[in-house]
């Protein structure tokens, strides 16, 4: 063995930090929790919950994939609150049979993360795509699943806005938000909803997949949150959830479409309370939090694995002939909702604690 | 005085690092950087040549505020070359007369900075935006402009794609990217350059302004560059992005777009070199680089300040007409440029660092 | 619940880094340590091999706790070597029966953690100590004997050089050090090991303790480990020691005794090689290492827990008497001993990878 | 040019932070300092009377060298109040005539970092040391003086216990520690001091250097300050101490002296108030102070220039004959005092913000 190579970039947060650990098929996966305060009554089930938004075979149009994905909590935790001090994690995982890896362990999957693991590190564990599989987001999910229930009554609400081309053309406040976890796919539209389910089943009826955007809406912010210059609040929101398996682009407010306005039509007037009557910011203005709804766009590619056979290369670069197999996603976003607010609660919990350091 | 606040969030990278401070009107902007390599022939012209392309009074598109900025180096260099030791540097201030600030020293600008300043650190230095200004950036530059010298032959280049709806339709692999620099507002196509300005000039005559996007093309990447989980190296590319004055979007490879595509079609094939033969995945998988061209576009919202009527409220909540004055620019992405360059260049000399804790 | 507050602090190390979690009688003590390069051949017993020298119940002259401290590694390892992703673990606590800890629960021991941790935290995992027990190093000796597999030929050699008044009254290169472990007390002098022995059976049999000092050597380093400002070397040896519970004091080279000698005295003059003819210098100048052997010692305290009756305070403040009980170290020293290499062993695999970050 | 290294720890601190720059004859020493709270009315004589007290050429036993060391506030302040944001400064060197520095620049000064910092990063700004100086820790002065004016009525005293085998033998509740400076020395002792000053100038007559012991003292710190684990506050003291040129050791509360006292005599027993009868901990238990006093001792070696003609080598290797000149200091400890309560200040300044991460 020759090479030698570390992996940075698996803590996120500074005050509220989550440090993951974990491949897709090893032992298991899990994380250590700092700056979760002390004497939070933690609600066991809703950590629960949001895993069960995230998990794989919870419905038709997800991977059919086996893992009930059930978190145990290490330390951290005594009579029921937390102590302040770290909650380590774990989710073992059940389905490590080690399948049939042979079209995984020796040549490299189109756009996956395969042939830049080996040239960086050498070798990979290659079992279901080991630390790049998106399995990783599960300690995730834990972690916002925490940060959300001491940042209440802030509120973290996604739901998807687009699959392929079928788009929910209304604002997030001409809909009713609640209605998002009455389907399979996600979205607060029930006919929108079941236009996207009725197109992912088709894309996975021919071994493809499809990309998605999904809407993440955050109620009751403080004026104040964010940091203002390198670590604008969504520069952290943005960097959060471009390091979501498969995400793409970002924007909040305005957006892209935000290009096309004079300053004049963009500026949020001010009510006399400091709310604004409009809000094209996205709920924060020079990187800080103005009290107004926070609200931001998630775009994800197609998942890379597709049914199907394909041309790719071995590892001796001979090019080879492939047939994707397994249990995967046809479309990435009904499972990563939960995911989008997780990191949306983790940027927050660390805002909301950097926002402390005061002293009247 | 009772608040008493923190602001975090002023350096930049972790082996790479600009440490930034200075305030638009105080008596220097600067900053400091750590982990240039040492042993670097500096190129002082070179990030003074960079200054100027983001420097106010450059053109008649730009604001007509004059500020030589021209920096002066503190350390860190040594009979020309670098010592590995930090480099600490300057800019200062020449254009400090206080002016009349009375619109703004009691009043809050919509969609500025104004109002969650105040709120959160309990006062602020209004003249000319003070640290929420845009004038920060110029450290920026200096320590982008040195992180390009010592990652060469990695390129960087940064144009205007886009300004209100006038669009710029062709791929950067469709374009001689060298002409950019040719006309004022940064366009390498010279006919939608033209467009550009003369929309710019007529926004400009209004007293208005207007949005914009920037593209930029990072070019001879080696392949490995990037932290696969949370810092993968687009996260930190959009966070660097995100974390720019008047941004509010970004997107890279395939982007937004890429979520109408299918998987078979995303996919980028190899050959058998380990290059590929379409790059919807803009140069990175799995957050690390894979050799192809990175790629990635930015969206600048209008700028905030109009010179117009306009209304708002005053620090006791007061409804207050004010009329915006002074030089301002009307379209903000030409000065931009370098800073979406600058970025991407901070961004891939911390990659590069990391990517070199290795032993063979 | 009132009290709202984070504990930060539970990670130690930049590149190489361990975040640790756990409480003494929780359900498992453990971490993650990120850092560690790809491709290492884990020698599993020889991490086993390091927590027995820690463990309770090893030796006549130390705690009776039975604890089988055996590690399970969760991530990070593949075919037996290193992936170069985090590698998460936990030794799961099988001694966790909830005991008598009245005695502990509603009073404070003097000169333990009980007090401030109630004032901090607002309340606390009282049993065996929680957080603050020193059985969470056993996670720092899993860290550290990981690093030492991959500095190899770095080594670590600590041993005992003081129990109260009983001085090893030699310097290490006057001793053979592979006898340290031939005792029970880890001294490599065995007429002074068998004294040291002697003593602290009879501070046992008084139901008291007693401090020592613990020696540590370092050899085969190479030139250029460490940065010199504020993280030199020495500086983060000494906070690592300090980070260890019970420890009051820190020197390495001449330490607190140089301070008597004279400049011309104290220079260390060199040889042609780079090398030097004394070492007062301790193996590191500037805050780099020079090649020749790092040395240092750590004072530690007597235990604060003594099985004698005591007067303390209540939780309300009222003044109450108590017994102290249950299985506790006489002297901390010969268990503290792999404590102590794990840590140096952590600061240098820390600098090791930061010495790295070079470009030829 | 073929080395191509970086050094890293420039900056000290997390929310209280100082990124400091400079060498020793280069255009400025200085800092940006991140994280002094808004509001905060700067006392600008007292930062400067604390850069006078380490300041070369004030008294007869320190280096003759002439620098006025005045600090030039850059930003952060904004009608004389702190705003929040970064506080960039510099200190412009005035005495960087390049002298005759042939004795350093080709051969390695003994017992110095030359030979190091040519091995680690290929060359070095050998005038005057460059950044290996002592001159560095001005900069650490400027953000010490900043961190006390807003921790008050938290005090800060330091002063010179110990000069060669000349031994204050009084614990600091037996002086009067405002007398320390009163003489040169800093020794709140006259008699002492007057021993002291002539040992220093009898020293200085033979052309070497002598080493000494640095006492400290830290009053009305509040309970809690400090993160438990591996971020104690002692931990973070020792390192902030021993990243001081020339320490060589550290030790708080009982020290090294504690290693022989018995647990039942070394526990500080309660008072009803939560105060301890004793003070052995030394303000700190568990990491975390507990309200009473803070105190340590500093060590620091004899300053490694002598005047004096020594044996080396130079850079090729060969042996040479130098002579040491220049004007330096015999004796290091007077000028240290104000960069050990610095020092000082900076930790209690960071574990304070760190504190305050709560929420009620």
Redesign the interface.
């Given at each position: 063995?020759?090479?030698?190579?570390?992996?940075?970039?698996?803590?996120?947060g500074?005050?509220?930090k989550l440090?993951?650990?974990?491949?897709s098929h090893?032992?298991?996966?899990?994380?250590?929790i700092?700056?979760?305060?002390?004497?939070?009554?933690l609600d066991m089930e809703a950590i629960q919950r949001d895993l069960d938004r995230r998990k794989p075979g919870q419905s038709a149009i997800v991977t059919q994939r086996k893992e009930p994905d059930e978190v145990?909590?290490?330390?951290?935790v005594?009579e029921g609150?937390t102590?302040?001090?770290?909650?380590?994690f774990?989710i073992f995982n059940t389905n490590q049979k080690s399948a049939d890896y042979s079209h995984i362990k020796d040549s490299?999957r189109?756009?996956?993360?395969d042939?830049?693991?080996d040239?960086?590190?050498?070798?990979?564990?290659y079992r279901g795509g080991?630390?790049?599989s998106a399995r990783?987001t599960a300690a995730r999910v834990v972690a916002g699943a925490i940060a959300k229930q001491?940042l209440a009554p802030i509120s973290f609400q996604a739901y998807v806005s687009?699959v392929?081309?079928i788009i929910l053309d209304k604002t997030y406040d001409q809909l009713d938000l609640s209605l998002a976890e009455t389907n399979d796919v996600r979205c607060p539209d029930s006919e929108v909803a079941a236009k996207m389910e009725q197109h992912i089943k088709e894309?996975k009826k021919?071994g493809?997949?499809?990309?998605?955007?999904i809407d993440c809406v955050i109620k009751n912010v403080p004026?104040?949150l964010g940091?203002?210059?390198?670590?604008?609040l969504?520069?952290?929101l943005?960097?959060?959830?471009?390091?979501i398996n498969a995400v793409?682009?970002?924007?909040?407010?305005?957006?892209?479409h935000?290009?096309?306005?004079?300053?004049?039509?963009?500026?949020?007037?001010?009510?006399?309370?400091?709310s604004?009557q409009t809000n094209?910011?996205?709920g924060i203005?020079?990187?800080?939090?103005?009290g107004m709804d926070i609200y931001f766009r998630v775009?994800?590619?197609?998942?890379?694995?597709?049914l199907?056979s394909?041309?790719?290369?071995d590892k001796a670069?001979?090019?080879v002939k492939t047939q994707g197999k397994g249990r995967h996603d046809p479309c990435v976003v009904p499972r990563a909702v939960p995911i989008v607010e997780a990191m949306a609660a983790m940027v927050l919990a660390d805002a909301?604690?950097?926002?402390?350091?005061?002293?009247?």
């Open positions: 063995m020759i090479l030698f190579f570390i992996m940075a970039g698996n803590s996120f500074t005050l509220f440090s993951s650990y974990g491949e090893g032992e298991a996966i899990g994380g250590v700092d700056g979760c305060p002390s004497g939070v009554a145990k909590i290490l330390s951290g005594f609150r102590t302040g001090t770290p909650i380590g774990a490299y189109p756009s996956h993360a042939y830049v693991y040239q960086k590190y050498g070798f990979r564990d080991g630390r790049s990783e001491f687009q392929g081309e894309i021919q493809d997949t499809i990309g998605g955007i004026v104040g940091e203002p210059v390198f670590d604008k969504h520069a952290q943005g960097k959060a959830m471009l390091s793409k682009g970002f924007e909040f407010g305005s957006g892209f935000g290009v096309t306005m004079k300053g004049s039509e963009h500026n949020d007037a001010f009510n006399t309370d400091g604004t094209f910011s996205g203005q020079g990187g800080i939090s103005n775009a994800f590619k197609p998942v890379a694995t597709v199907q394909y041309d790719t290369i670069g001979n090019a909301f604690l950097f926002n402390k350091t005061q002293s009247k």
